[in-house]
């Protein structure tokens, strides 16, 4: 069973703080890595997606991936309000057959 | 990024009766698409894999005979609640793979809100 663990919060950070989400994964060979957003009653919304080491930055959000820890966190620099949303860890699993793994999500609530 | 659309965002029906939601790639040609179910403050579930041409590959537990999914074209898959009952209401959400450049990535539909009565 492929497995992605996010932390379910509610992670609460005040406007314009680093808001930092955790997201760990069972499957080894695992080779694509992306984060969505989802804001209440929506569907999601792939913000960022990272495929080797080390950090890739896209605006105010820092993805990090390090396979060696099965980990990946997205950070968020200068939060603000409409950043508040749940945050979708997504693995592709290894193999031949695609399956893109999701975690169960981290509320992030950005307070003004 | 690319563009999936979803139709009807939202429908009612009787108990009882079908409800068809379609799901195309606007701007790309899909090799997969994939059918999610939302309950309120829970996780993605997916239900099932669609690809063209062929048939659709369910997850244990979904039953195929009352999720039909049909996969018409590279652009085009649909999903068919038959015999719909309160318990299928849910927000159904479709999502498409791109055919070139696969990077991986899924791309979403903006969901359907089904709510039978």
């Known amino acids: 069973q492929k497995e992605v663990e996010q932390n379910s919060g509610p992670l609460s950070v005040p406007e314009g703080a680093i808001a930092s989400l955790n997201c760990t994964y069972s499957d080894r060979v695992s080779q694509s890595f992306f984060w969505y957003r989802q804001y209440s009653g929506k569907s999601p919304e792939l913000i960022m997606s990272?495929?080797?080491?080390g950090d890739k930055e896209d605006g105010r959000f820092t993805a990090q991936l390090n396979k060696a820890s099965q980990y990946v966190s997205l950070l968020i620099r200068d939060s603000q309000p409409s950043d508040s949303a749940t945050y979708l860890c997504?693995?592709?699993?290894?193999?031949?057959?695609?399956?893109?793994?999701f975690g169960k999500g981290t509320l992030l609530t950005v307070n003004p | 990024g690319a563009v999936v659309s979803q139709h009807p965002s939202r429908v009612i029906c009787k108990s009882g009766t079908s409800v068809k939601i379609e799901c195309r790639s606007l701007?790309?040609?899909?090799?997969?698409m994939f059918w999610y179910r939302q309950f309120p403050k829970k996780s993605l579930m997916l239900m099932a894999t669609s690809n063209e041409g062929s048939k659709a590959t369910y997850e244990q537990g979904v039953e195929k005979d009352k999720f039909l999914i049909n996969h018409a074209s590279l652009t085009l898959s649909t999903l068919t609640v038959t015999s719909a009952h309160p318990e299928d209401s849910s927000f159904y959400i479709c999502s498409a793979r791109a055919a070139s450049p696969d990077l991986g990535e899924l791309f979403f539909g903006e969901g359907s809100r089904l709510t039978v009565l």
């Open positions: 701007d790309f040609q899909a090799t997969t």
């Open positions: 990272i495929y080797s080491n």
């Open positions: 997504a693995v592709v699993s290894g193999g031949s057959n695609y399956k893109l793994t």
